[in-house]
């Protein structure tokens, strides 16, 4: 039941921020399966070498090592902190349902991705270039989609600044101070314990702000990762069988024009319908065009 649960959230359409989350949690338990299991067996070594492969190192020549880091990271999480993936995923659905509601999923996984890869490499500078921040990277790494996430959060400001949220014991709130107040606390924090996080969310911020003003001016940055993903998609799609009736079929319809034109019309109808019952899962009744209400009640009626 679970996995076809999951196996549904992956077909719907406009559904990114949900699928992302739940690639999230699923590499955070997988981790937290493979950290029990090592603690017992007392091969820890087996835990660090897989937590390593989501762990982007500060110094550069070790980040040579395991480069693909540059995009793993920003979906693992610390395992000593359910706070770090709660606050992430809930501020993910949050922004990122808005996001989906104005641009639609394949622009919201690009923009994750490229906030996590903006973060890493602003990490990446400041941990080598910047001699404060070089005496202090004597740690191990870093994790988390904090910095994708931040993309999100800057894209929306910028697009709806004046968007409302409803917050708890604040109540109405504007996207753009929520924003601006996760932004400065970033930049503070950025001299604290966690400095390469913060040094990462506001690399992810920049990437949202840059990203949201290009797509204003119609040129979108993360298109290339759109057709990239689609092509990798379309390695585990089953390919139609060749039907040999074609003939036959066209040969069909050039008799029979009537019983051809009223069958496609029955198809095309059908794709609409399975549209709009998409749209109201994902944004209820009240989301439909009236043209949409009108050919949902004629259907109903057959």
């Known amino acids: 039941m679970i996995f076809n649960e999951f196996k549904n959230a992956f077909q719907r359409s406009n559904h990114a921020h949900v699928q992302l989350i739940i690639i999230n949690v699923a590499i955070f338990l997988f981790m937290g399966v493979v950290y029990v299991f090592s603690k017992i067996g007392g091969l820890e070594a087996v835990f660090q070498f897989v937590y390593d492969q989501f762990t982007i190192p ?3 020549g070790e980040f040579l090592t395991r480069p693909w ?3 793993t990271y920003s979906f ?7 706070f770090h993936i709660l606050f992430n995923m809930l501020a993910l659905y949050w922004f990122g349902r808005l996001f989906i509601e104005y641009l639609g999923s394949d622009k919201l996984v690009a923009l994750y991705v490229l906030g996590g890869m903006a ?5 990446l500078i400041m941990f080598n270039t910047i001699p404060y921040f070089i005496e202090a990277s004597n740690f191990n790494g870093m994790v988390g989609a904090s910095a994708a996430v931040y993309a999100i959060m800057v894209a929306v400001a910028t697009l709806l600044p004046d968007y409302t949220f409803f917050l708890l014991f604040l109540g109405p709130v504007r996207i753009k101070y929520i924003v601006f107040f996760y932004i400065v606390i ?4 950025s001299v604290g314990p966690n400095a390469g996080g913060n040094l990462a969310h506001i690399g992810g911020a920049l990437m949202g702000f840059v990203y949201m003003k290009q797509l204003q001016a119609g040129v979108n940055w993360g298109g290339w990762i759109t057709i990239m993903l689609d092509w990798i998609k379309g390695l585990f799609e089953s390919k139609p069988k060749v039907k040999v009736s074609y003939r036959k079929q066209e040969a069909y319809a050039q008799k029979n024009p009537t019983k051809s ?3 496609d019309k029955s198809k095309i109808s059908q794709e609409e319908i399975d549209a709009i019952l998409d749209k109201i899962s994902d944004g209820g009744y009240e989301s439909l065009t009236k043209e949409e209400k009108e050919k949902l009640f004629n259907a109903s009626k057959k």
């Open 186 to 189: 970033s930049f503070i924090g």
């Open 76 to 82: 693992a999480h610390s395992l000593s902190d359910i």
């Open 119 to 123: 973060g890493a490499v602003f990490y």
């Open 69 to 71: 880091t540059l995009f």
């Open 261 to 263: 034109s009223v069958s």
């Open 58 to 60: 500060p110094q550069l």
